[in-house]
């Protein structure tokens, strides 16, 4: 979950691309696939029905619920793989691969340290984030207002604390500052059995310490049968880089986090420039 693009860099052109036996595009969504206002492209239906004709499946790879990825992608989802909560959570079709969750000691203590930062005048506020719902106890409107983009199946409770806390994707923390800055050393300094993921210029999630998209990647790929190789995946921030490793053509957008620039093979179109759609169609046509 993204909000400020970097400076954009230039995009490998198209010829440069290798031919590869491509199955599996993964993509994460803001700052990749969706555009700049947050807009799914428009011709993604098109495109992805293009795509299985030439045997490759789709399936994003976010930092967002499953409602929401359902509620915002529709039909383009239908039977296929699904990477929810920055890979504690997947799903093919209606078929759970793959879960990650958090203890109750740690989600406890990650809403505690949220309310510590919050009382020592930091603009900040915990989602606890479930596999079918996510709850908040934050409910002025700029708040909920940030939550309602990435939280379809979000409920507003009295006491984050008073819930039984035992299936506990991640614990994502929203910072109208600078997270990365402000709030992200803290929260790793309070919780250090979970990683702390810097997924935004303001969101952090606190989930398990082994999940990621890549282990959620692998796991997709155990289950069709397909490999690293014939995987092409897409990103833009820090925390799509493990995706890295599970593919063999990888992709940076040209707006991308310098860091997940560097780690990329290739730099694809900015995601205002419908940059996975042409790279896709690029490597499709590269393969002949």
């Given at each position: 979950m993204t909000d400020t693009p970097y400076a954009p860099a230039e995009p490998t052109p198209f010829a440069q691309y290798e031919p590869t036996d491509l199955r599996l595009?993964?993509?994460d969504m803001d700052g990749t696939l969706l555009d700049g206002e947050g807009r799914v492209p428009a011709d993604l239906g098109e495109a992805v029905a293009r795509w299985r004709e030439a045997g490759v499946l789709f399936a994003p790879a976010s930092g967002r619920q499953l409602a929401n990825l359902h509620g915002v992608l529709g039909h383009v989802l239908d039977g296929g793989p699904v990477i929810a909560e920055n890979g504690t959570f997947v799903v093919i079709g209606d078929e759970e691969v793959h879960s990650d969750t958090i203890s109750k000691d740690e989600a406890v203590?990650?809403?505690e340290v949220t309310r510590r930062l919050a009382g020592n005048g930091l603009d900040v506020g915990a989602v606890v984030a479930c596999k079918r719902c996510a709850y908040i106890d934050r409910s002025d409107e700029r708040f909920v207002e940030q939550c309602v983009k990435y939280y379809e199946a979000l409920e507003?409770?009295?006491?984050l604390l008073a819930l039984p806390l035992d299936d506990v994707l991640k614990v994502a923390v929203y910072d109208f500052g600078d997270i990365e800055r402000e709030a992200a050393p803290d929260l790793r300094a309070a919780v250090p059995t979970v990683q702390t993921v810097v997924s935004g210029a303001h969101w952090t999630d606190m989930m398990p310490s082994a999940?990621?998209?890549?282990?959620?990647?692998?796991?997709?790929q155990r289950r069709l049968g397909v490999a690293p190789e014939q995987t092409a995946a897409f990103g833009d921030y820090l925390n799509d880089r493990d995706l890295y490793a599970f593919s063999g053509p990888s992709f940076a957008m040209a707006n991308a986090h310098p860091e997940i620039r560097e780690?990329?093979?290739?730099?694809?179109?900015?995601?205002?420039d419908n940059g996975v759609i042409r790279a896709v169609d690029a490597l499709l046509a590269a393969r002949g």
């Open positions: 595009v993964i993509a203590a990650a809403i507003v409770v009295d006491d999940a990621s998209k890549g282990r959620a990647l692998d796991a997709i780690l990329a093979r290739y730099v694809a179109p900015a995601n205002t």
